[in-house]
């Protein structure tokens, strides 16, 4: 959907923590970069926070059966949909981005970090580790939103084109499909959303037990997973639950599920800023530190379970697992983040 189509009276595009859902200190708090550019794209269509919320709301699913690759894309308010072209040929893509754009159409990029100017990888690791809003071209260059840019100058940047930016273009993103802003009551979403949550979330609590008492013992995780785990935590696992709780507070009859689908966000939050903390010291020793956070998201998710079951009046799931799903899901994560174009290398937890 072209934001051409959107103008007239349309809201600009931009990234603005007043307005945001939940944005207090840093665009991580509560939605990763991806989901706020979706978000920003929304309310450009008119989307409050709390409309937000309920569009990107989905039913729980925080290891996702088998291995997966990629950000969610499919939303009550929208879908998005991927292009892709191997490293090297980001060129390809450049006509096309351009003319969406310039077009008035945003396009979310996640650059090859090796081509990307100003990128902690620029000239080394073909790493695809974070995402942007491209929203304008003009003669200055591409306009961009970034969570990463400084709030001093509103998570802007502007890139001259250079033939190192159009190389960076592997991977690009249109929201379609965009929904009238959704209207639903907390409990309404409820009844959507968290009677097909039930089995899932205990299936992904039982991971989670298995990886943390058995695969993991919190000597050694090797690098490429421990990387792939912050992106699973703070890209897809703190998101699903921050919306939920969002999108069930406000009525005292979702306010259990609520409170708890918050506080586990919260527990997912600590733990991938922790990691990302510990990145920096390249040693696959020092994930240790993290290791009984595991322990802690999972009895937080333990309780959501239990006020998801006793708002759907359904006894909890019994599930088992064995930490091997969860396993393959950090080896997808890492793969498609930093695997620079080659599957990962046998990872050995001895």
Not at 27 to 51: I, K, P, T
Not at 70 to 96: E, K, Y
Not at 122 to 148: C, I, K, N, P, S
Not at 279 to 293: L, P
């Amino acid at each position: 959907m072209s934001g051409t189509a959107a103008a007239g009276g349309a809201r600009p595009y931009r990234f603005d923590p007043a307005a945001a859902l939940g944005w207090k200190n840093i665009g991580l708090d509560g939605l990763g970069c991806f989901l706020r550019s979706v978000e920003a794209v929304l309310m450009h269509h008119a989307y409050s926070a709390d409309a937000v919320a309920r569009g990107l709301a989905v039913p729980l699913d925080l290891v996702r059966r088998g291995i997966w690759y990629g950000p969610m894309s499919d939303f009550p308010a929208c879908a998005v949909r991927w292009r892709l072209t191997p490293i090297g040929t980001g060129g390809r893509h450049w006509p096309d981005i351009a003319a969406l754009v310039g077009g008035g159409t945003p396009v979310i990029l996640m650059p090859d970090g090796h081509h990307w100017p100003g990128d902690d990888h620029e000239g080394a690791e073909h790493y695809h580790h974070h995402m942007v809003l491209a929203h304008r071209l003009d003669a200055r260059g591409l306009h961009l939103l970034d969570t990463d840019a400084p709030a001093e100058d509103g998570h802007r940047r502007v890139l001259p084109v250079t033939d190192g930016l159009r190389a960076a273009c592997t991977r690009y993103a249109v929201v379609e499909r965009t929904a009238p802003p959704d209207t639903r009551h907390p409990e309404e979403v409820a009844a959507a959303v968290l009677p097909p949550s039930l089995l899932q979330l205990a299936q992904d609590v039982a991971e989670l037990r298995a990886f943390h008492g058995t695969v993991w013992s919190g000597a050694r995780l090797p690098l490429p997973l421990a990387r792939g785990m912050d992106v699973w935590v703070l890209g897809d696992v703190q998101p699903q639950l921050f919306l939920l709780g969002h999108a069930l507070a406000g009525d005292p009859r979702t306010a259990d599920v609520s409170r708890a689908a918050l506080t586990a966000a919260a527990r997912a939050q600590k733990l991938g800023l922790l990691l990302l903390g510990l990145h920096r010291f390249r040693s696959e020793g020092v994930y240790a530190m993290a290791h009984e956070e595991i322990a802690v998201l999972a009895d937080a998710l333990e309780d959501l379970l239990r006020a998801t079951a006793r708002h759907t009046g359904t006894p909890p799931p019994r599930a088992r697992g064995d930490g091997t799903r969860l396993v393959r899901r950090l080896r997808g994560e890492a793969e498609w983040c930093f695997g620079q174009g080659r599957p990962l290398p046998d990872l050995s937890f001895a």
